[in-house]
């Protein structure tokens, strides 16, 4: 996917905010192999595959930001933004890794993304062996983690598509009982293109027992009576991520589940006001778990509290009791404390906040509540 939707004056900031990061590191240059990254920076998701697509800049660069080198055949697929980078393309019968080291220096540093294959990495070594490449994922990760007004009205937007199919499962319009995990899921796929998403990135749709699984991967079990489903999915709409959880009953809710769901309430609202500028991301963590452990659950809660997301679904910061990091305003992460009883249901409320000048905002609208569906 190739999208035009952000600026060339954005993408040209995001190259400067970089770069000067890099400097500031002791980096001379940049490679940023395909995928979200990429993305980022450029518009263009191409992934390299066997066919090596990268963004090469130098960090004293004072045309363009970058080249882009790419495969031909991608080639028709990429939005020209000479402002922004200069288009490289090759051929099968061409040598794409002599194309690409033209732009690094014969000796320095290179900062290289995660999402650059190993075998076009180890190639690029051997051609310059003066350079050492280090990993580029702290620096552009940071960066990534403090979102634009821009960027975070991009994820209200994606989150309120996925919201529209969650509302659709509370009200029953999504039949449950008697069909597989799988077929469930394949018709939340199509509501969740239907609603607006670009593409659909994950569906969990996890039934009775299954729902303790925190990942569980959809299977062939049928969906019962009386029982748990949890549905965590996500997709991305202008090249921002959804992801959102919530649980339904088919049938009367049990006492012991509705005990245990009102008190992940509580708990996902505790790290939501935990979650301001100023306090930390591990103080997110331990008010979820502190709420859940005086209630009797903290030992069924075996996860991490959330994620960052963005242009990937999980990315920088990570909202763990061992990360003291603070809390700024343009975050972007996952609340999503969970309940799991093995082998009989599990819960997760999970819900995607933005944090503003004056404190998170919720970018899913969905009930918190669990309801009984039939």
């Not at 992801?243 to 992940?264: E, I, K, M, Q, Y």
Request: include cysteine; charge should be negative; aromatic fraction near 6%.
């Amino acid at each position: 996917m190739t999208s035009n939707r952000t600026t060339i004056p954005e993408f040209i900031a995001r190259w400067d905010a970089l770069r000067a990061r890099a400097r500031a590191v002791g980096a001379d240059a940049l490679v940023v192999g395909g995928g979200a990254d990429l993305y980022y920076l450029t518009g263009h998701d191409g992934h390299s595959y066997e066919r090596l697509t990268a963004a090469i800049s130098l960090t004293t660069s004072n045309g363009p930001p970058a080249v882009l080198v790419t495969p031909a055949l991608e080639a028709g697929r990429i939005i020209a933004m000479p402002e922004v980078f200069e288009t490289q393309r090759w051929e099968d019968e061409d040598d794409p890794i002599a194309d690409a080291v033209r732009t690094l220096p014969e000796t320095g540093v290179a900062l290289v993304s995660d999402d650059l294959q190993a075998n076009h990495l180890l190639a690029m070594q051997a051609a310059r062996p003066g350079v050492q490449f280090r990993a580029l994922n702290e620096t552009l990760g940071g960066m990534r983690s403090i979102k634009t007004a821009a960027e975070r009205h991009a994820l209200r937007a994606v989150g309120a598509r996925a919201d529209i199919v969650h509302q659709q499962i509370q009200a029953g319009e999504v039949p449950l009982i008697g069909r597989t995990e799988l077929e469930v899921k394949a018709d939340i796929h199509d509501r969740l293109l239907a609603a607006g998403h670009d593409r659909v990135t994950f569906i969990i749709v996890a039934s009775g027992p299954n729902s303790a699984s925190p990942h569980h991967h959809p299977g062939s079990r049928v969906i019962n009576e009386n029982e748990m489903v949890l549905f965590d999915f996500g997709g991305t709409f202008n090249g921002f991520n959804s992801d959102t959880t919530r649980c339904v009953f088919t049938g009367p809710v049990p006492n012991d589940v509705a005990a245990a769901w009102s008190s992940l309430v509580a708990a996902q609202e505790a790290a939501f006001q935990a979650a301001i500028p100023g306090n930390r991301l591990c103080d997110v963590d331990n008010a979820a778990r502190a709420a859940l452990t005086a209630d009797g659950y903290g030992p069924e809660f075996i996860h991490r509290t959330g994620h960052g997301i963005g242009t990937e679904v999980h990315e920088h910061p990570y909202v763990t009791s061992s990360n003291d990091t603070e809390i700024v305003e343009g975050n972007a992460f996952s609340i999503e404390p969970g309940i799991y009883r093995t082998g009989a249901w599990g819960m997760r409320l999970e819900d995607i906040v933005v944090i503003e000048a004056d404190g998170p905002v919720r970018c899913n609208a969905t009930k918190r509540e669990i309801v009984s569906v039939s």
